[in-house]
């Protein structure tokens, strides 16, 4: 069975039977896929974009978010007259499933009507992008014009160009690898303690319970937080300024505004995101390595596709640095395929990707461009306010 | 956006003409590797005159982001350790256009390039031009000319030599001079094999064409 509902934050695709087979061999029966649409599909059916996003968004890149009334996380990006111009292009973003922005994962309820909790199978990037193609076939998208997304949303991209290839025109990964580091898979152990330290997780099933590891997830997200940022961008914005005093207290409050912030952070999180699904999707990161899956040479994965790719990344961010996106290039390059590569000045670290970043816009309004006229899409109307 | 006082590249009607005479020795629809390709301006030549599947690589970030902001699929890189990461015989014809001495190892570059590609187009200036000869003798002075216009200490330009001296080279490598076209004062000279010492005397800028 399959159902349709427009839910107050953006589509439900709810399949009954939807028998979804996981790299970790189970299967999903019951499958529902949150997802939202701006522009319109061509008649052709090649004008479409996928939009995947990282480790704590949503189906919601662009305009408002409809629960919280916050501007999508790339709205910068994505929209009329934006890069990713939804007055040209059909864009899809879905909610990873693992997620809790609408799509199935560990809160959603099992067969027997209570949520899954750590009953809900450990997924994978690979189980999120078969997802991904499931909504594309009941939307009818037989392949995309561009798959696109930074950091955990990237890993998607690659993962759509290595298994999906054939329905993948470009490709544009962001602040990402083919792989998860040693150290990033070491920060998200960190998290996930946290997460499994505080009592109100009871054993995750806290919302049974009704609680919810406030703490434990409020502590993984400012751990994880200052991942995403740079010492720079820290030094700049906060350095050892002073919060809402003109002395050291001499005790544990947040003297130092870094502090302040960081709480911050982690507070606001534990209202938008589930500390399951912040388990099970920090895992499937873990998991990710291109490469293995294909014998150890990251160049086979690419062996098959034609697609085009754009990669880049961000001379501040050492969660996922340069030197990553080299060995992705390098790759490519061994296996023939078309790639650029642009590595843009910033300091923001991680995070620059979701910001305001010029020379990112630049880079990809010019591939898409290129693209576009490649798969034979009409470019923009010349206005008199093309920049330089 | 590349800044003319230090890039390997030359002045830009200099350029101009060399980047005509390249893609003149381009085939129609061929795959093209454009080493040090700068900010994209022979690339979009070739896409648009010869029609190729070109490919680039470029040091400096600025080049890079502006080739692929004009759509190009460029990759930022160094010839001098990169070129390994290039599979045998990936493209049909691999350029070095001013780029060769501005590398820190052109002879480990050309053998890179002889393996990557089988037709191969190298643009140099030329040291061995009367002018440059005359400065050096007269003045006592690094020569500055239109084709090598930064002062010694600014320059990219680090393995200058003479069309003579990469005759040799190429022989050394194996590598034959198919075609010769040399500028001299804004006029094209064409000529077949090994160029002469009057070609090394008079030309300014110099495009070969290698095979194996």
Redesign the interface.
Known sequence: MVGHENSADGERLVLENAQLTLDNGSVLDTLTLAYRTYGTLNDDKSNAILICHALTGDHHPSGANPLTGRAGWWDNMVGPGKPIDTNRYFVVCQNVIGGCAGSTGPSSQSADGTPYGLDFPVITIGDMVRAQNVLLDRLKIPDLFCVIGGSMGGMQVLQWAAAHGERVFSAIPIATAARHSSQNIAFHEVGRQAILADPDWRGGNYAAENTAPRKGLAVARMAAHITYLSEAALQRKFGRTLQDRDRLSYGFEADFQIESYLRHQGISFVDRFDANSYLYITRAMDYFDLADDFGGTLADAFANTSA?F?VVSFTSDWLFPTSES?SL??AL??A?A????????SDKGHDAFLLDEP?ME??I???L???A?ARGLPLPEVSGAHDD | MIDPRTSAKGNLNEKRIDLMLIASLVERGTRVLDIGCGNGELMELLVAERDVDARGLELSQQGVNACVSRGLAVVQGNADTDLSYYPDQGFDTVILSQTLQATRRPKEVLQEMSRIGSKFIVSIPNFGHWRIRLALALRGRMPETQALSATWYETANIHLCSMLDLTDLCDELSLSVKTCLTVTNGKVHHSTGRPSAWQNLMAELVVFELTR
């Open positions: 085009r754009c080299i290039v390098r390059n061994a023939g078309n790639v650029s590569f642009v590595e843009i000045e020379e630049q880079t309004i010019g591939f461009n290129a693209a006229v």
